[in-house]
């Protein structure tokens, strides 16, 4: 069963199914907020941090990346006490690191969705690699969900859902013309 046929109808699943899974995000708070979601996911199911969401967002400073990327012992000790996020060290430090990761790539690209831009289109396993050596705690299922789920790789809906062709129209990066390379 696909996620399209699964999510219908669902408290949870069914609105983040019908507006964000699979739009591309262009917004860097944005972005970085869905990695972390996705890394905080490991293990875990998916309607448990659809239901911790607005917890996270309250944790990490609605994920300010300057103030993330700043956090020291102290709010390391507040976050692992937090009963409203998933209160693991190695998540709760790759956060806070990969903050410190997408504000560097503002530096050299611009913004997070430059940087996946300038190495778009890779195929999974590609981004797999690049995500590994880029950022913490990511590997292929983490990475392959963010970028299902920001509009970097096909997949998120089948062709006949209609969310489909809502985000068919907004332009994702999956569906443009791959670039030529050059020779």
């Known amino acids: 069963m696909s996620y399209c046929s699964a999510a219908a109808g669902h408290p949870w699943h069914g609105p983040y199914h019908d507006t964000e899974y699979g739009f591309p995000l262009r917004d860097d708070t944005r972005l970085f907020e869905r990695l972390v979601l996705e890394i905080n996911q490991a293990g875990l199911s998916w309607l448990t941090i659809l239901k911790k969401k607005e917890n996270f967002r309250a944790a990490f400073d609605r994920f ?35 903050a410190g990761r997408v504000l560097a790539l503002r530096d050299s690209h611009g913004s997070f969705a430059a940087w996946l831009d300038a190495h778009h289109p890779l195929g ?18 983490i990475t392959g969900e963010f970028l299902l789920s920001t509009g970097y790789l096909p997949g998120a809906h089948v062709p006949s859902c209609p969310i ?11 569906m443009r013309p ?6």
């Open 164 to 174: 489909y062709k809502t985000i068919a129209r907004l332009d994702p990066p999956w």
């Open 64 to 98: 300010d990346l300057e103030r993330v990327a700043a956090y020291g012992r102290p709010e390391r000790a507040r976050l692992l006490r937090d009963p409203g996020i998933i209160r693991n060290r190695l998540k709760i430090d790759a956060t806070i690191d990969n």
């Open 178 to 183: 791959r670039r030529r390379q050059r020779k």
């Open 124 to 141: 999974k396993d590609e981004w797999v690699k690049l995500f590994k050596t880029t950022f913490r705690f990511t590997g292929g299922e």
